[in-house]
């Protein structure tokens, strides 16, 4: 089972965009402090599709907190093999400017094959 769940703060600012599908993406990095490590933390490339990436992008900033669930998949970038995030659903903890809680975006359940659709097309967007 390849299942992840991170809790993490945005480590800048996401960049949204649309496919030539016009599906919409988000690229966001995710700091993660390593459990039982002092001082250790991991940066995460993360990508969201359609409703979520559109929820992040246009709702979330550097430093505001997400826990945010997906698969990791392995891309080749620039010549070199690389893993990243592929997220199907963020929940939003805290918000860096007024410390709330707000909302929770996933892909719907009812829509599965959908969601694999974008799960299978994401190594293409890390090149």
């Known amino acids: 089972m390849n299942e992840?769940?991170?809790?993490?703060?945005?480590?800048?600012?996401?960049?949204?965009?649309?496919?030539?599908?016009?599906?919409?993406?988000?690229?966001?990095?995710?700091?993660?402090?390593?459990?039982?490590?002092?001082?250790?933390?991991?940066?995460?490339?993360?990508?969201?599709?359609?409703?979520?990436?559109?929820?992040?992008g246009n709702y979330k900033h550097k430093g505001d907190e997400v826990l945010v669930y997906g698969e990791i998949r392995t891309y080749t970038k620039e010549g070199k093999n690389e893993q990243g995030l592929v997220t199907t659903k963020v929940t939003f903890l805290r918000n860096k400017q007024t410390a709330t809680t707000t909302d929770e975006f996933d892909i719907p359940k009812s829509d599965t094959q959908r969601k694999q659709s974008f799960v299978e097309k994401?190594?293409?967007f890390f090149k």
């Open 4 to 56: 992840v769940r991170l809790i993490g703060r945005l480590s800048k600012e996401p960049k949204l965009s649309k496919t030539a599908d016009n599906i919409s993406v988000c690229f966001f990095n995710l700091a993660v402090d390593r459990p039982g490590a002092k001082n250790v933390t991991d940066f995460i490339d993360v990508m969201a599709f359609d409703k979520v990436a559109e929820s992040i």
């Open 122 to 124: 994401a190594a293409g």
